[in-house]
C-alpha cells in the first residue's frame, strides 16, 4: 500500500512532529537562518558580514533609525533601519506596536537590504532601440526625455483610439500615484495581479456569503484559535508573518491543527492530522465534511438559526456527500474525513477553515472558496474568537484633487459582460482586451506596468506576449530589470522602499492602525520614486492639478492631520494604533448583526450568484488527470522568496539560490531519477522550461504529482544571481482553467512529464 495516498502514513512522520512545536516559527532550518540574518550587516557591496543578535532597545545610534514598512511581500510588516555613523543602511527589524509582525520580521524582510545594495538594480530611465522582442536592448536617456516620450505617446493615443485605450499593471505602492494618474487621463483599467490570479476568487465568495471580503492581512483569530485547517494553504512557507506567529502560539496552547495537501509541507509537519489529497478533489472534502457537520449534528444550532438563511436547502443539496463518496474521488479514507470533522466539531466556535490567499486552481474556485465560507459558517466561527473577527480599519482621506472623470469605456466591455462579481479589473481580463478582436469592441493599445513581472505572473506566457506585441506602447516602472523589461519601449529605474516616501499603510486589523515609510537614505543611481514619475507625467499631460502638492511629505502632514496625528509623531514612532470604534471585536449575545447580503443573513445558498445564473451553492466538478508518464504541477512558495522578485537578492539567494523538483522515490525509481540529477519539465502542450531542474527525492510528495517553488527559471542575463537558476512554473502554466463566476484564472490544471538533460546543458 502506498502511504501518500491514505491518511495512516501520519505515523510515519511521528518523529518530525516530536520537536519542540515552537520550532515552527523557525521554518526549519532554512528559515531559522533567514531570520538570523536579520543582524547580519549589508556593506555597500551588497556581501553579508556576521553580527549580533540585540534587543532593539540596546542597539546603538538611535538617531540613525528611520520607519518603514516591508515591500518585500505584501504583508507590509512595519519595522525600523538602521544606519552606521556614516549613513549606510546596516540592517531593518520589526516595530514592537505592529500587529502585522509584533516586532519580529521575517526572512525576507529582514533581507530587504539586500534590495538597495543590489548592483543589478536599473540604474537610469532606458529607451528601446529595437523592437520589442524581449532583448534588454536599450539606450540610456535623461529623465526628462523618457517622460516626454511616454507623455506624447499617451496623448497621442489618447486623441486617436480614447484615453480608455490604456492600462494598467501594478502590484505595490506605486499602483496608488499611477492609478490616479490614469483615472486623471480618463482611463478605468487598472488591473492588479494578485486579484485574477491570486485572491480573487476568495473575495467573491465570503462577499456573497457573509456580506464582507477578506482583505489583507485576513481577519483569522488564529491565535486564540482551537482548531485550524489549512486546505492549500502552506502557511509557514508562504511566510504572512503574523498568522504564522499566531499559529505557534496556537500550536503551544494545543490547538489541532488539519492540513490537506499533496505535499507534506512544513505545516503537515505540525498537523495532528495530515490529509494528502489526491489533486483537484478539494470539493469533494468540503462537500463531504459539511456533510457530516449537518447530518451530525455538530453544526452550532443556535447561530445557524440566528443569522443564516438556506440551511434547508444546504441540508437536501449535500444529503448524499458522504464520506464514503468523497473517499473514491479523494482517496482519503472515510473514517479520517469523519473524524477530522468531528475535530471542527469540538473546537466550534473557535475553529477556522483558513480561506488560504492563492486560490486560483481548477476554475470552480470561487464555488470552492464558498464551501469554504460554509463550513465556517455552520461552525459558528465568523465573528467569534478563535475564528473571524471584526477588524476595523481607519478611514485616512485622499489628498485634495479635482474628481476623475468617467471612463468612456472600460476592460468590462471587452468581456461581454462576463464576470460582473469581480469588484477589481482581471489583469487576464486587460491582456485579452488587448489583442484585437472585433467582438469585443474594446482593444487596448498602452500598458504601465509597476512592480510586476508579468511574463512570470500572468499565466499562459505566449498569450501574454501575443498582447504586447499588439501595444503602441509599454511603460515598465521597476527596481530591477525582470523579464517584463525587455519588451518595455521605455523602462523607468524606481527607487527601492528603502530609499523614498510612499502612502501610509492603512491595514485592518484588531485594532485600526497606520505606519510610516520614509527615506533611510538618498536614492541611488539615477533612480525616483513612484509618486514622483506620475506626478511628472501628470504634469507633462496637463493633469498637473491631480497632484498639487511640491513634497510628497506635505501629502502626509495633511492627511495625518486629519487624523490626529502628524510627520514628526511619525517619524518618531513609526507606527500608531487608534482605538476601536465600531464595536466590539466578536459578536455579543445580544448585539444585533445585518450582513451585506441581500437577505441581511450569511447566506449558505447564495443569491446574488445564484442571479448570475450560477449554482447558488458549491457543486463538485470533475477534473483532468494527468495522462500516462505525466504528473499534477505543483508550486507554492519558500519563506525566504517573494514570487520572482526576491530570486536575485544577494541577502536572501544566501539561503536558498534555486528551485528543486520533488519527485516521489516510486516515480523516481520507474523514470531512473536520482538525487541531485538535472531535469527538464515538459508540460502536456510540448513547452519544455529553459534551463534545467535538480531532482529532489521525497516521501513527501504524492506519487501522481511533483512540486516546484515558483519564482526561479529567470532568462534575463542581467539579473546575474538569478539567471539559469532552477526552472520557473509560469513557463508551463498555458493551460488556464478560467472561473466563470469571476474571471479568476485557475492554474494547476497543468502536467508535466521529465526529459534528462546533457551535463553540457547544467549550469554550475
Same mark, same amino acid.
Given at each position: 500500500m502506498n502511504c501518500l495516498v491514505n491518511s495512516s502514513c501520519n505515523d510515519q512522520y511521528s518523529n518530525l512532529m516530536s520537536h519542540n512545536r515552537r520550532d515552527f516559527i523557525k521554518i526549519g532550518a532554512i528559515g531559522s537562518a533567514g531570520l538570523l540574518s536579520a543582524w547580519k550587516m549589508a556593506g555597500a557591496s551588497g556581501s553579508l558580514q556576521g553580527g549580533a543578535t540585540p534587543s532593539q532597545s540596546s542597539l546603538p545610534n538611535a538617531p540613525f533609525r528611520t520607519a518603514t514598512y516591508c515591500e518585500v511581500c505584501f504583508w507590509k510588516c512595519a519595522g525600523w533601519i538602521y544606519k552606521n555613523e556614516e549613513g549606510k543602511i546596516q540592517k531593518i527589524i520589526g516595530n514592537d506596536e505592529d500587529e502585522n509582525c509584533n516586532g519580529r520580521l521575517c526572512p525576507r524582510? *529582514? =533581507?530587504?537590504?539586500?534590495?538597495?545594495?543590489?548592483?543589478? /538594480? #536599473?540604474?537610469?530611465?532606458?529607451? /528601446?532601440? *529595437?523592437?520589442?522582442?524581449?532583448?534588454?536592448?536599450? /539606450? +540610456?536617456?535623461?529623465?526628462? +526625455?523618457?517622460?516626454?516620450?511616454?507623455?506624447?505617446?499617451?496623448?497621442?493615443?489618447?486623441? +486617436?483610439?480614447?484615453?480608455?485605450?490604456?492600462? #494598467?499593471?501594478?502590484? =505595490?505602492? =506605486? =499602483?496608488?500615484?499611477?492609478?490616479?494618474? #490614469?483615472k486623471a487621463f480618463g482611463s478605468g483599467n487598472i488591473a492588479a495581479p494578485s486579484y485574477a490570479q491570486c485572491r480573487g476568487p476568495r473575495e467573491v465568495a465570503f462577499i456573497a456569503t457573509f456580506g464582507a471580503g477578506l482583505d489583507s492581512p485576513e481577519p483569522t483569530d488564529i491565535r486564540d484559535t482551537r482548531c485550524l485547517v489549512l486546505i492549500g494553504s502552506h502557511l509557514g512557507e508562504n511566510m504572512h508573518n503574523g498568522q504564522v506567529q499566531e499559529m505557534s502560539d496556537a500550536i503551544d496552547k494545543g490547538a489541532t491543527i488539519i492540513t490537506v495537501d499533496p505535499r507534506f509541507s512544513t505545516a503537515a509537519s505540525k498537523s495532528k492530522f495530515w490529509l494528502p489529497i489526491k489533486p483537484a478533489t478539494d470539493m469533494a472534502l468540503l462537500l463531504a465534511w459539511i456533510h457530516e457537520i449537518i447530518y451530525n449534528d455538530w453544526y452550532d444550532k443556535k447561530y445557524v438559526e440566528k443569522y443564516t438563511s438556506g440551511f434547508e436547502q444546504l441540508k437536501e443539496h449535500v444529503k448524499n456527500f458522504t464520506p464514503e463518496w468523497a473517499h473514491g474521488i479523494t482517496t482519503i479514507d472515510p473514517s479520517v474525513i469523519t473524524e477530522t470533522a468531528r475535530a471542527m466539531r469540538d473546537a466550534s466556535p473557535a475553529v477556522i477553515i483558513h480561506p488560504g490567499r492563492h486560490v486560483t486552481w481548477y476554475g470552480d474556485d470561487t464555488q470552492r472558496l464558498r464551501a469554504v465560507a460554509i463550513l465556517n459558517a455552520l461552525l459558528g466561527s465568523w465573528g467569534r474568537r478563535g475564528g473571524f473577527y471584526l477588524p476595523e480599519k481607519i478611514e485616512v482621506p485622499e489628498f485634495p484633487h479635482p474628481p476623475f472623470p468617467k471612463p468612456a469605456k472600460t476592460w468590462r466591455d471587452a468581456m461581454g459582460g462576463k464576470y460582473a462579481l469581480a469588484d477589481l479589473a482581471l489583469a487576464s481580463g486587460v491582456c485579452d482586451a488587448t489583442i484585437p478582436n472585433p467582438e469585443m469592441g474594446c482593444n487596448i493599445r498602452a500598458w504601465i506596468v509597476n512592480g510586476t513581472n508579468l511574463i512570470m505572473t500572468l499565466p499562459d506566457e505566449k498569450k501574454t506576449i501575443e498582447a504586447i506585441k499588439n501595444l503602441d506602447l509599454m511603460v515598465v516602472v521597476d527596481t530591477m530589470p525582470m523579464e517584463i523589461t525587455g519588451y518595455a519601449d521605455v523602462v523607468l529605474p524606481e527607487c527601492t522602499y528603502l530609499e523614498r516616501w510612499d502612502d501610509l499603510r492603512v491595514v485592518h486589523g484588531r485594532k485600526p492602525n497606520i505606519a510610516l515609510r520614509m527615506p533611510a537614505t538618498?536614492?541611488?543611481?539615477?533612480?525616483?520614486?513612484?509618486?514622483?514619475?506620475?506626478?511628472?507625467?501628470?504634469?507633462?499631460?496637463?493633469?498637473?492639478?491631480?497632484?498639487?502638492?511640491?513634497k510628497f511629505e506635505d501629502v502626509l502632514e495633511w492627511q495625518l492631520k486629519q487624523i490626529g496625528s502628524s510627520l514628526d509623531e511619525m517619524k518618531r514612532i513609526g507606527v500608531k494604533v487608534f482605538p476601536r470604534e465600531s464595536g466590539p471585536l466578536y459578536f455579543e449575545e445580544d448585539m444585533p448583526i445585518e450582513f451585506g447580503t441581500n437577505s441581511g443573513k450569511i447566506e449558505l445558498y447564495s443569491t446574488v450568484i445564484a442571479a448570475e445564473g450560477f449554482d447558488a451553492m458549491p457543486v463538485y466538478t470533475e477534473h483532468m488527470t494527468p495522462p500516462p508518464g505525466f504528473f499534477h504541477l505543483n508550486y507554492g512558495r519558500a519563506p525566504m522568496h517573494t514570487f520572482g522578485r526576491t530570486s536575485n537578492n544577494p541577502n536572501l539567494t544566501d539561503l536558498m539560490d534555486e528551485n528543486t523538483v520533488w519527485v516521489n522515490p516510486k516515480v523516481a525509481k520507474e523514470w531512473s531519477l536520482k538525487n541531485g540529477l538535472a531535469i527538464y519539465l515538459e508540460n502536456q502542450d510540448g513547452i519544455v522550461t529553459d534551463f534545467p531542474v535538480k531532482v529532489r527525492i521525497t516521501e513527501r510528495i504524492r506519487f501522481d504529482s511533483v512540486y516546484i517553488v515558483h519564482g526561479f527559471g529567470h532568462n534575463n542575463k542581467k539579473l546575474t544571481r538569478a539567471h539559469g537558476k532552477g526552472v520557473s512554473d509560469s513557463q508551463l502554466i498555458s493551460r488556464v482553467l478560467i472561473d466563470p463566476i469571476m474571471g479568476g484564472t485557475g492554474m494547476r490544471g497543468n502536467f508535466v512529464t521529465f526529459r534528462i538533460a546533457k551535463e553540457s546543458e547544467v549550469k554550475s
Open positions: 524582510g *529582514t =533581507g530587504g537590504v539586500g534590495m538597495y545594495y543590489d548592483t543589478d /538594480r #536599473l540604474k537610469t530611465p532606458l529607451i /528601446r532601440v *529595437t523592437g520589442a522582442d524581449g532583448k534588454q536592448t536599450f /539606450r +540610456e536617456a535623461s529623465w526628462d +526625455e523618457a517622460l516626454d516620450v511616454v507623455a506624447e505617446k499617451l496623448q497621442k493615443i489618447k486623441q +486617436e483610439h480614447g484615453a480608455e485605450c490604456t492600462a #494598467l499593471f501594478t502590484h =505595490g505602492s =506605486g =499602483g496608488h500615484y499611477f492609478g490616479n494618474l #490614469l538618498e536614492p541611488l543611481y539615477d533612480t525616483k520614486p513612484a509618486y514622483w514619475i506620475a506626478k511628472k507625467l501628470a504634469e507633462k499631460m496637463g493633469l498637473g492639478d491631480y497632484f498639487k502638492w511640491d
